[in-house]
């Protein structure tokens, strides 16, 4: 069977064809517009998406050297995410079905991520902790068999890559920030500055970042690096250092729980997906930590960390192999819980 998978869920544009579980081809377009508001523009989005569906969706069949008349099956983001964003890539899914008289079904954005690592070779076996870490989304999920899993906790407020953006805006950094902060903590000391972990519950799974980006704000306050423009130029070597204790802290927490969850459901795998799981740091301590408790750390390809088609066939595959179709009335849902399919 070969899948054509679709993402538009945010501000990467995505198509990927699939066969048999294996890729053959992966294209993304990511929507440079926004770096200069300092954030996605939901209708900036929206907009870029409807330019670039069907060239993206060209070049996959191109490059997968496939015809839309080989194509079996579709498979497409319909939610959570930018409401106006999804209703682009379900809206083409929908009316390429219906021409190609094939069936198409709707996959759930935090599924595609949860499952994206068995888009490598090594894959997780079953059951396994899976820590969700993107812009948008800061989850742990116990996944007991394939389509089957709950959420263990999320983040209360702010995701924890939503806290790198929120903290480069402060720090001028430009969009997105989490890349940006993350080369210049690597050369700073995590110890400059002792910013706090919000464990919450201690033997919980939910998340709070909102804490540690209002203290960082404070601290820049408080040494005139911040107000209506910068009063001041902060020294490249501070800079470094208070980027690499944000670092420490963000990442503190969520190995802290990941490796809990891991101990609690008596696991030996571990996989971490989303935009967040390319930081350098984050993987760093997983695969250190995981040695040393005898646990296998799963982390996806740096293409298949971002919203990426790629995760949305493989999903749409999993699906439509258990004869699971979606109808011409599914809507685009922008708030879609990680338990409803």
């Known amino acids: 069977m070969k899948i054509l998978g679709i993402e538009t869920s945010c501000d990467e544009t995505s198509a990927s064809v699939l066969s048999n579980g294996k890729i053959l081809s992966n294209i993304i377009s990511s929507q440079m517009i926004h770096q200069k508001y300092g ?3 939901p209708e900036l989005a929206s907009r870029a998406h409807q330019k670039m569906i069907i060239p993206v969706v060209e070049q996959a069949l191109q490059v997968a050297n496939t015809n839309l008349s080989e194509i079996e099956g579709l498979a497409v983001t319909y939610g ?7 209703m682009v890539g379900l809206n083409f899914t929908k009316a390429l079905a219906y021409q190609l008289r094939i069936p198409f079904v709707g996959v759930n954005h935090m599924h595609a991520h949860l499952y994206s690592n068995f888009l490598g070779d090594y894959k997780p076996d079953y059951p396994f902790i899976c820590l969700i870490v993107s812009g948008g989304h800061t989850q742990l999920v116990y996944v007991e068999k394939p389509l089957e899993h709950r959420l263990l906790g999320e983040t209360l407020d702010d995701a924890a890559g939503e806290a790198y953006d929120k903290v480069a805006k402060m720090l001028g950094l430009g969009f997105p920030g989490g890349p940006k902060i993350d080369k210049l903590a690597s050369e700073g000391d995590p110890n400059f500055v002792k910013f706090p972990r919000a464990y919450l519950d201690k033997e ?17 306050k408080k040494r005139n690096y911040l107000s209506g423009s910068y009063e001041r130029k902060m020294p490249e070597d501070e800079m470094k250092n208070l980027c690499a204790s944000f670092q420490a802290a963000i990442v503190e927490v969520l190995i802290s729980k990941t490796f809990m969850a891991a101990e609690k459901f008596q696991v030996k795998n571990i996989a971490v997906s989303g935009g967040v799981s390319a930081n350098s740091e984050l993987r760093r301590q997983l695969l250190k930590i995981g040695q040393e408790k005898n646990i296998r750390v799963f982390i996806p390809d740096f293409e298949y960390c971002t919203d990426n088609g790629a995760m949305v066939a493989l999903v749409g595959e999993m699906l439509l192999e258990r004869k699971i179709r979606s109808s011409f009335d599914l809507n685009a849902k922008a708030n879609l819980s990680i338990q409803e399919f």
């Open 39 to 41: 954030g996605v523009v």
């Open 80 to 86: 959570p995410g930018l409401i106006g964003a999804l």
């Open 204 to 220: 919980g799974f939910e998340f709070s970042f909102s804490g540690i980006k209002t203290s960082v704000l404070y601290w820049l």
